[in-house]
């Protein structure tokens, strides 16, 4: 049974920095592609970055772009995301996700999504 497990949210305050988890288990990690997605209160969801599962390629959106880096430790089945610099529009639940043909940040194709950890950035 393919499980994503995030943790990591909190609170912090404006220019602060949280590093985000997804532990991964019931599928060979190594081989998946990894995103991670964010919703804010009131806003559809976005893609925030994605690692691929070979190489470790990575894209960011725009708006985290210097601030967010996406990591990944195959040997523990766990992908980072490392937040500097937090604004408070960073403020959403954020999810991890994969799937057998994920392409980018398109979500239509994840099939497995985590339960999310909220972030809140606040003063």
């Known amino acids: 049974q393919v499980q994503l497990v995030e943790s990591g949210g909190g609170f912090e305050q404006p220019g602060g920095s949280l590093r985000l988890s997804c532990v991964a288990s019931?599928?060979?990690?190594?081989?998946?592609?990894i995103g991670w997605f964010r919703q804010a209160p009131g806003k559809e969801r976005e893609g925030v970055s994605w690692i691929s599962s070979n190489y470790g390629s990575t894209y960011y959106t725009d708006s985290v772009k210097g601030r967010f880096t996406i990591s990944r430790d195959n040997a523990k089945s766990t992908v980072y995301l490392q937040m500097n610099n937090l604004k408070p529009e960073d403020t959403a639940v954020y999810y991890c996700?994969?799937?057998?043909?994920?392409?980018?940040?398109?979500?239509?194709?994840?099939?497995?999504w985590g339960q999310g950890t909220r972030v809140t950035v606040s003063s």
């Open positions: 996700a994969t799937g057998r043909r994920v392409r980018g940040l398109d979500p239509e194709t994840y099939d497995y």
């Open positions: 019931g599928f060979s990690f190594h081989y998946y592609d």
